[in-house]
């Protein structure tokens, strides 16, 4: 069991060996069930969102999307959040690719604590598309610049207690504090920065990366282990290289 788990270590510290600036294809990875929840708040203003627009359809066309492979959902928010798309929505790439590309910007407040409740309720469950009942992983990824007008903490606690590895993305001139709150912890781990919405395009492998080795590792995990913490583990362990 344990030799596996070290083979399966040395195969993946191979590939990253051999990843260069290509881009990171998600070739193996079978499932996976994966919410962005996108700031819109006026802080981040309208050119900076297309940024951020341009990043999600990059990350998404390196996905191996469909029903029973990669699921993408997608909710934005400034005071209130937006239902864009569910994970049951748009179960091909070109229909999630111009899904994306119709999302426009809110310029409104920033309440990300209830847009994190929100995606814990309307987006992962069954009837939303979740395969979580299928041991399908189930991620989120935050994407703000963390200076949220409400509470962050509880809600944050409860998406990751209901089963959800929570990635936390900060661009321009983010609350580091902010989004070590939100997402998994160790959270310097868990969290990606970036100083400006122009160098957020070279994040893309880095997220593709510790996504998908995630993901990856999970599936090859199923028949070794059966708790979250090789999932958890896993995603370190991509970190880390
Ligand atoms: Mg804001």
Known sequence: MRGRAVLLSIILAAGFFAVSAQPVECEAVTVGDIVFLVDSS?????????????????????LDIGPDKVRVGLAQYGTD????????????KTSLLAAVDKITFLDSGTETGKAINFIRDRYFTAEAGSRASQRVPQIAVVMSDGESSDDVSIPAKRLREHGVL???????????????????????????????????????????????????????????????WFQVYSVLFSLIM
């Open 42 to 62: 006026g802080s981040i203003g309208t050119e900076n969102f297309k940024e951020v627009r341009t990043f999600l359809s990059k990350v998404i066309e390196n």
């Open 81 to 92: 959040p937006v239902q864009e798309f569910l994970l049951k929505d748009h179960m091909d």
């Open 166 to 228: 929570v990635f936390a993305i900060g661009v321009g001139s983010y609350n580091r504090k902010e989004l070590e709150i939100i997402a998994n912890h160790p959270s310097g781990d868990f969290v990606i920065t970036s100083d400006t919405f122009q160098a957020l395009q070279g994040l893309r492998n880095t997220l593709l990366k510790s996504v998908c080795t995630s993901l990856e590792a999970q599936r090859e995990g199923n028949n070794i282990y059966s708790s979250s």
